[in-house]
C-alpha cells in the first residue's frame, strides 16, 4: 500500500463510525433540508408550470418574499449532499434494502447533474423568452420533472423517521 492510503481509510472509517453513532441524526437533518425543497416546488408549480399551462400564474406569495424561495433554492445543495451521503451509507451498512436505496441514490444523483446542467432561473426564461439563453422546449419541460424526483425521497425519508419513531 501507499503510504498514506492507511491514514485516508482510517478517516474514512471514522467518519462512517460517527455517522453510524448519529444516524438518527443524521436521518432528521437530511429529511429536513430536504423537505425544504417544497417550498420551491410549491413555487416552481404555482408560479412556473400553472403560468406555461393555464396562462396565469397561481402563486400567492406576495413578490417581495420571493428571495426566500431563491435561497430555499440554493439549500438544495447540502440537503442533496446530506441526502447522498444518507443513502450511500445505507447502501454499505443495509445491503437487504440496497435496491431500494441504489433507486434513490440515483433519483438524487440526477438533481445534482440537473443542477449544474440547467437552472430554474434558465428553466423560466426559456419558457417565457426573457433569456439570452435559449434551451429547446422539451428540456425546461424535462428539467422540471427531474425537481420533481425529490418527492419520492422526501417520503422514503419521512417514513424512515416515523418507523424509527415508533421502535
Same mark, same amino acid.
Given at each position: ?18 455517522? /453510524? ?18 417550498? /420551491? ?67 438524487? %444523483?440526477?438533481?445534482?447533474? /440537473? ?27 424535462? %428539467? ?24
Amino acid at each position: 500500500m501507499r503510504p498514506g492510503f492507511n491514514v485516508k481509510v482510517d478517516l474514512v472509517q471514522k467518519f462512517i463510525n460517527l455517522y /453510524h453513532r448519529y444516524e438518527n441524526l443524521n436521518l432528521k437533518i437530511t429529511f429536513f433540508l430536504i423537505s425544504l425543497q417544497i417550498l /420551491h416546488l410549491y413555487w416552481l408549480t404555482t408560479d412556473v408550470v400553472f403560468q406555461k399551462l393555464f396562462g396565469r400564474s397561481f402563486f400567492i406569495v406576495p413578490k417581495a418574499f420571493l428571495p426566500i424561495f431563491v435561497v430555499i433554492d440554493y439549500i438544495e445543495i447540502p440537503a442533496l449532499l446530506s441526502a447522498i451521503i444518507f443513502y450511500s451509507y445505507l447502501i454499505r451498512s443495509k445491503r437487504s434494502t440496497a435496491k431500494k436505496n441504489y433507486l434513490f441514490l440515483g433519483m438524487l %444523483a440526477v438533481q445534482v447533474v /440537473h443542477i449544474f446542467w440547467i437552472t430554474d432561473e434558465v428553466v423560466y426564461n426559456s419558457l417565457f423568452n426573457y433569456s439570452f439563453i435559449e434551451i429547446p422546449y422539451v428540456l425546461s419541460w424535462i %428539467a422540471i420533472l427531474i425537481d420533481y424526483l425529490e418527492l419520492p425521497v422526501m417520503v422514503d425519508l419521512f417514513y424512515r423517521i416515523i418507523k424509527k419513531e415508533k421502535r
